[in-house]
């Protein structure tokens, strides 16, 4: 699906979608309770689709009423396989999760999480008891994968310098074994999405002690149902944000001032841009500022990389982010992506592989067709490349926002922006 974008301004208000970090961490706990939890204000995407079908495999019940998932939690094998899709925190968080079971599940893949590297949780799986087997189709060590448990409580290391996904599924399934356990990481990236792991399981009842994220005692603590609220997704909202600080005035409704999401980072990184933005509640006021190129280090936010590099090549002079490493295991090489993406646009970009930097030359845009490479965060932030700028765009690929934020055109309409099919 082609979609061209032109905006000239934005102004209003809308509500930004739910979080998929978050809906899938609930989801995951969700499954592991006794009796009936709800989600609520949710947003359904690819990615949480995935999760749900996970959940289902290992024995979870849902009802979907429009806004919330109604889930009778419960772990057993209803399915010999798991379609995680494209949904590689599906993959990585359901792996541990699956490996409580005596059962062998396989755990899918389709797309690009069939090219993603998963060797990063074998050893830690056999450490603990489980039997798993990387059977890779695409990359070796990758999905599919066979599993099988039960996992045992115990002291384990793992490796966090990759994803911080798999810890994150391997710390809710440790809290269901019969004995405490110690996970010890190293190299940890993202640290603030595992804080996210460890709130949703304190929402539950779960135990976990966290010494500064490099060690962390998991208590046997079996979960409790209750009721979770799902707050804004603050990586959707960056897309917006910065769109809103290179063309209007908007207000983004659904967004905690004091999220433990990663991507509430772009505050930061508009702040040093210049930009000009203030709260009201869980409202979100962005002006159109006068943007200044900016430094800024995305190695625990690498999402915020499309987002900001649109924002960046609109500033004047040379910016440079931070982490550029963290961007090759994604839905596309994103460094290589964002560089060449751009190019088309007439934004030049260096990426800087030892220093792990990518320089950002500010500029004007021309008017292109630019390639989502089938990455949904590719396929939204042309838009932001060229908000204010009055210049057409035109994506191809754009139903990959479908994974993570598929309002993400209809909500940049509702602000101003001229959005069609091509």
């Known amino acids: 699906m082609k979609k061209y974008v032109k905006i000239s301004s934005v102004k209003g208000s809308m509500r930004i979608s739910a979080s998929k970090s978050a809906a899938q961490r609930a989801v995951a706990c969700a499954l592991l309770a006794k009796g009936e939890s709800v989600i609520k204000n949710i947003d359904l995407c690819d990615d949480i689709e995935a999760a749900v079908r996970a959940a289902t495999a290992l024995g979870a019940a849902f009802n979907w009423n429009g806004s919330s998932l109604e889930v009778t939690g419960g772990l057993k094998k209803t399915d010999a396989s798991i379609d995680c899709g494209e949904a590689g925190l599906s993959m990585r968080m359901f792996a541990p999760i699956a490996s409580l079971l005596s059962d062998e599940i396989t755990l899918c893949a389709k797309g690009s ?99 500064d994220f490099k060690r962390f005692e998991v208590k046997h603590s079996p979960f409790t149902s209750g009721a979770i609220d799902v707050e804004g997704d603050w990586s959707s909202a960056s897309f917006i944000i910065c769109t809103a600080a290179l063309a209007g005035d908007v207000v983004i409704k659904n967004l905690l001032k004091n999220s433990l999401q990663a991507d509430i980072a772009v505050l930061k990184a508009i702040e040093k841009a210049g930009v000009n933005f203030s709260f009201v509640g869980d409202s979100l006021l962005v002006n159109k500022s006068k943007v200044e190129s900016f430094d800024f280090d995305a190695s625990d936010c690498p999402d915020l990389f499309p987002p900001l590099a649109a924002l960046a090549a609109r500033a004047e002079g040379i910016s440079r982010i931070r982490g550029v490493s963290r961007l090759t295991h994604k839905e596309s090489n994103r460094a290589a992506a964002i560089a060449e993406e751009f190019a088309r646009a007439g934004i030049e970009i260096e990426i800087d592989y030892p220093d792990d930097i990518m320089i950002i030359n500010g500029g004007e845009v021309k008017s292109c067709e630019m390639d989502s490479r089938n990455d949904h965060r590719m396929a939204m932030c042309p838009a932001v490349l060229f908000a204010g700028s009055g210049k057409k765009v035109l994506i191809n690929n754009a139903d990959a926002v479908a994974k993570s934020y598929p309002l993400f055109f209809n909500d940049l309409k509702t602000i101003g922006a001229e959005v069609g099919d091509e």
């Open 113 to 211: 999480l069939t090219r993603r590297p998963l060797d990063m949780i074998a050893a830690p799986l056999k450490e603990l008891g489980a039997d798993i087997e990387l059977i890779g189709e695409n990359v070796k060590h990758g999905a599919p994968v066979k599993i099988r448990g039960p996992l045992k409580g115990g002291t384990v290391h793992v490796d966090g310098s990759v994803s911080s996904q798999f810890l994150t599924g391997l710390l809710i399934a440790l809290t269901q074994t019969e004995s405490d356990s110690e996970v010890i990481v190293d190299n940890l990236k993202s640290k603030p999405y595992v804080a996210m792991t460890l709130d949703m399981v304190k929402q539950f009842g779960g135990k976990i002690i966290n010494h």
